[in-house]
């Protein structure tokens, strides 16, 4: 497919070489420009561009980038577009955000709020970047990690399940995106590496 990657940093620079790797045309961008971006891709492949050219013919756009930068974004770059949100909110880096300080959105709620027109996906934000690099196993092996995946877009989420399969992680069924505070950090899922039936059960037991 081709794959768009918002944000270069530890998520955004660990899914561009584990999806270029895997065969996908990636087009990574960050806010310091195509230029900060030599190293990274002559080193997996994938091409270094502006944001325009990392949406305008992506598949999948993946945005890793601090959750305070969301609104920045031209939300019309982004519609129709599946857009996986690995993203985390975390007050001492963005700021104060009421409604996600007193939970009345999940994070994820918020960012589909500022990408109208986007079909969200909440994945890739509970798992440790160096574990998402390293620990992929192959379908049905016994110390294989599972990795929540909520959306609204049952057609959306099952693409990015697929992807989360083919990197070596059992997806799991987390839900709407409402529900995707289940997996927000402060959570029994995030950053736990616990296998699928493990996530089915700390998403059950999250509490608000």
């Known amino acids: 497919m081709k794959i768009g990657i918002i944000g270069s940093g530890h998520i955004g620079g660990t899914l561009t070489r584990r999806l270029s790797a895997l065969g996908h045309e990636v087009t990574v961008t960050n806010s310091r420009g195509p230029e900060s971006l030599g190293d990274l891709a002559r080193e997996t492949g994938a091409t270094a561009g502006t944001l325009e050219q990392a949406t305008e013919q992506a598949e999948v756009v993946v945005v890793a980038i601090p959750l305070r930068a969301v609104p920045e974004l031209p939300a019309r770059l982004f519609e129709g577009r599946i857009v996986v ?83 070596g992680f059992d997806p799991v069924d987390a839900g709407t995106l409402d529900e995707s505070w289940r997996q927000q950090p402060d959570t029994p899922v995030y950053g736990t590496d616990r296998d699928a039936d493990g996530v089915r059960q700390g998403l059950a037991d999250a509490r608000p």
């Open 85 to 167: 949100d690995a993203d985390n909110y975390y007050p001492q880096r963005d700021g104060d955000i009421a409604e996600l300080l007193d939970r009345s959105l999940s994070s994820s709620r918020w960012t589909a709020e500022h990408l109208k027109g986007a079909r969200v996906v909440k994945a890739f934000n509970n798992i440790q970047a160096q574990h998402l690099m390293d620990n992929g196993r192959p379908a049905g092996a016994a110390d294989r990690i599972g990795l929540p995946v909520a959306g609204d877009d049952a057609d959306a989420k099952r693409v990015v399940m697929e992807l989360v399969d083919a990197l």
